[in-house]
């Protein structure tokens, strides 16, 4: 079994019933939408295995995170299952990834030709799925690790990042 991930999420946009009253139990607020950034009908995930250590997965969160951010931030990101996104009908497309990572690029895949209504109804699959958050501490800490490591290269952290942490 496999499971995607989908990374750079804002927690604050997740809040579900009962947490929120007025939502369903199986809804997601509207706010879950925006984070998503879909760009041209299509949403970038990772496909990682359900056994998936927790480092590993914190692997790939800040390699996806480090492209844009501008600092060291809280990262959330969640876990979800791929038949949920196939019952929406939504088509997966491996696709190489652009992480600075080349190891991690492999596991990239790209979910086509969303409408909007498909797009609520992933925002609610994903609300739904395990959850997880790297703290700024640790962001900064893996980021460090992976690049002294070699395995992501400068070229793929946001260059006021590399700035504030004083990297190449």
Do not use: C
Not at 13 to 27: A, H, Q, S
């Amino acid at each position: 079994m496999s499971q995607f991930l989908v990374g750079s999420l804002n927690e604050a946009f997740w809040y579900l019933n009962p947490e929120v009253g007025w939502l369903t139990p199986d809804d997601a607020t509207a706010d879950a939408v925006r984070d998503l950034r879909v760009q041209g009908n299509t949403l970038s995930v990772y496909e990682g295995a359900d056994n998936e250590s927790k480092a590993h997965i914190e692997r790939i969160v800040v390699a996806i995170a480090a492209k844009g951010k501008q600092e060291p931030v809280e990262v959330g990101y969640r876990l979800f299952d791929p038949g949920d996104v196939q019952k929406l009908g939504i088509e997966v497309v491996k696709s190489k990834g652009t992480l600075g990572a080349p190891e991690l690029n492999g596991l990239h895949r790209d979910l086509i030709q969303i409408s909007a209504i498909k797009l609520g109804q992933l925002a609610a699959v994903i609300a739904h799925g395990r959850a997880g958050v790297v703290s700024a501490k640790d962001f900064e800490r893996i980021l460090r690790k992976e690049v002294e490591a070699g395995r992501l290269a400068l070229s793929g952290v946001n260059t006021d990042l590399r700035r504030w942490l004083r990297l190449g």
